[in-house]
């Protein structure tokens, strides 16, 4: 199992900082989330030759790894100059990972086409049906060069995409069967993905390569009043990423079920609340992340 930090909260380090600051709070990998000065969120990777050799340089000194990268751009867009520009920015990104030795790539299934959005763009058609056609056109595309490459690349449903439930995200995965797709699960996303933490969990066995942790509280509450969002009928997706202990998520079901479904990947501390204290968040997600891989995995 590799152990990472998701680095939102230092993105204001160096690439060649963060190498160090990664392993002095306790992290032997990096979980690469967009960044402007290399992943950057929906246009094209800002990423040149003596970056990339500097950044490899910092990684090899201070004895990091890369375990993920997280690209984010529109692939399930309905809009076709929309999904080819993703399909581009996504072949420089693969060219990237390639020369990065083949991190796990992962993302997410695409936001937009929530299941209560109505027909009212420019063409009338950013429904979630249409979201859907276009990520599999994207996948029919996109999974040979992966095959080919030798990587593997994680998606997830995501609040507010046009798949926000673990089952169908599965059974989508399951569909296209190739070892170059498999499946990420969010821990503070949980309370989207189904009712049940454990249940949903166990429906991503033999598909799930990564998983990030961070607490959230339980969006629909008791009374379905846990959050209050004005106006009222807002379609907002509330959650948070917080440190463990924090929110409403059952660690010992968590952890639990990952080690039953004998889950062996990618586990990152995601926590991005904390800006102003993000050395120490970091250093408490790492003790308790580590404490319960002991309790199921053994020391």
């Not at 152990?3 to 690439?15: E, N, T, V």
């Not at 170059?180 to 390569?209: C, N, W």
């Not at 990030?212 to 379609?235: E, M, W």
């Amino acid at each position: 199992m590799k152990i990472a930090l998701d680095p939102y909260m230092h993105r204001h380090l160096s690439l060649e900082q963060l190498c160090r600051a990664t392993k002095e709070m306790g992290f032997d990998y990096i979980e690469m989330s967009p960044r402007d000065d290399f992943v950057k969120w929906w246009t094209r990777p800002r990423v040149y030759p003596e970056r990339l050799a500097s950044f490899k340089k910092a990684m090899k000194e201070y004895d990091v790894g890369l375990a993920t990268i997280q690209p984010m751009y529109r692939w399930s867009s309905p809009y076709e100059d929309e999904r080819q520009v993703a399909m581009d920015n996504w072949k420089r990104m693969i060219e990237i990972a390639v020369e990065l030795d083949n991190p796990l790539l992962i993302s997410e299934f695409g936001r937009g086409g929530s299941p209560e959005r109505s027909n009212v763009d420019r063409q009338g058609i950013h429904t979630p049906e249409a979201c859907e056609n276009a990520f599999w056109r994207s996948m029919d595309e996109l999974v040979p060069i992966l095959e080919r490459e030798g990587l593997v690349l994680s998606v997830e449903p995501h609040p507010e995409d046009w798949v926000e439930e673990m089952n169908p995200a599965i059974e989508i995965i399951k569909t296209i069967n190739s070892p170059a797709l498999k499946a990420s699960y969010i821990a503070p996303h949980s309370f989207y993905y189904g009712d049940d933490l454990a249940e949903t969990i166990r429906m991503t066995q033999g598909e799930l390569v990564h998983a990030r942790v961070a607490d959230t509280f339980n969006h629909k509450g008791s009374s379905q009043l846990r959050y209050i969002v004005n106006p009222p009928g807002s379609n907002a997706r509330v959650h948070q990423h917080l440190d463990m202990g924090e929110g409403e998520i059952d660690w010992d079901v968590f952890f639990k079920t990952l080690h039953e479904i004998g889950f062996d990947g990618v586990l990152s501390s995601c926590v991005f609340a904390w800006e102003e204290r993000a050395d120490d968040s970091a250093r408490f997600m790492r003790d308790r992340m580590q404490h319960y891989i002991n309790k199921y995995w053994g020391a």
